[in-house]
């Protein structure tokens, strides 16, 4: 079922809908957009999008359910696609380039097929389990063992998590003189294929939702990195609110630097 010929068909559907993307970039108003939530936007090209790739992963497999950011959950739990259609969208909605589509399929709650697609440089990150991790079709490099002073860590602000401000500018002060540098881009699904492909070598973020980290999750499994709450437990965006990855070098010192400014019992 979840074999190479499935993955290079969600492939080719990620980049179509990303093709219609590209096509509505900059064309948009930056104050386009319905605010859904608190600093939260949703333009029409996210929700065309989505519908899009549920169409398009409908037809390739028919008996999976659904759960997208926009529409929600439908249909069979234990085998379902997990999608964010538009990841970034206040990025995309401002003309900034940094935006993904994420896809996933999940069986028992694991995904076993992951993609990540960056419309604006027609670059693809994609995973089966036990496979490997792919970056513009070519296997990802082993990550290296640099420790922290060497790593450029990712991160996100926590807009969205008014109670953890306080917990995170102290937290990022501490881990941005002990790194080599801090980066915000602005999409998850994006950060987290970078550290699985060791472009940063590490990042933690604060209420990442399911669809966020669903195919980046795999990816990081791939390529042997750590992907842990603030308690050093395997992270779950279910359950836990504080996520930390990085190659397990970095994640030995980035975690207690984390873990030294959140509550543990959040």
């Not at 990620?14 to 939260?40: I, M, N, W």
């Not at 999976?64 to 085998?79: D, I, N, R, V």
């Not at 042997?224 to 709450?229: P, R």
Request: charged residues 25%; contains cysteine.
């Amino acid at each position: 079922m979840f074999d190479k010929q499935l993955l290079t068909e969600v492939c080719a559907l990620v980049q179509e809908v990303g093709a219609y993307q590209l096509r509505c970039f900059r064309t948009l108003p930056s104050h386009h957009g319905d605010e859904k939530a608190a600093r939260e936007f949703v333009s029409e090209v996210d929700i065309r999008s989505e519908e899009r790739l549920i169409c398009g992963l409908q037809r390739l497999l028919p008996e999976a359910g659904f759960y997208a950011e926009e529409s929600g959950e439908q249909g069979e739990e234990k085998l379902r696609w997990i999608i964010d259609p538009l990841d970034g969208t206040t990025n995309f909605l401002s003309g900034l380039e940094q935006f993904s589509i994420s896809v996933a399929l999940q069986l028992n709650g694991r995904s076993e097929l992951g993609v990540v697609y960056r419309p604006a440089s027609a670059e693809c990150f994609s995973a089966l389990r036990r496979a490997g991790l792919t970056h513009r079709g070519q296997p990802c490099q082993q990550l290296s063992d640099r420790p922290l002073q060497q790593a450029l860590i990712g991160t996100g602000f926590p807009y969205r998590s008014v109670d953890l401000a306080d917990f995170f500018f102290p937290c990022a002060r501490d881990i941005l003189y002990r790194c080599r540098g801090i980066r915000r881009f602005g999409s998850a699904a994006l950060d987290l294929s970078y550290v699985a492909a060791g472009f940063l070598q590490g990042f933690w973020e604060s209420d990442l939702q399911p669809y966020d980290v669903a195919a980046a999750m795999l990816f990081l499994d791939e390529s042997g990195c750590v992907l842990t709450n603030q308690r050093g437990e395997r992270y779950s965006p279910w359950r836990d609110r504080i996520l930390v990855c990085a190659p397990a070098v970095v994640h030995r010192e980035l975690l207690p630097l984390v873990a030294a400014h959140y509550p543990q019992n959040i």
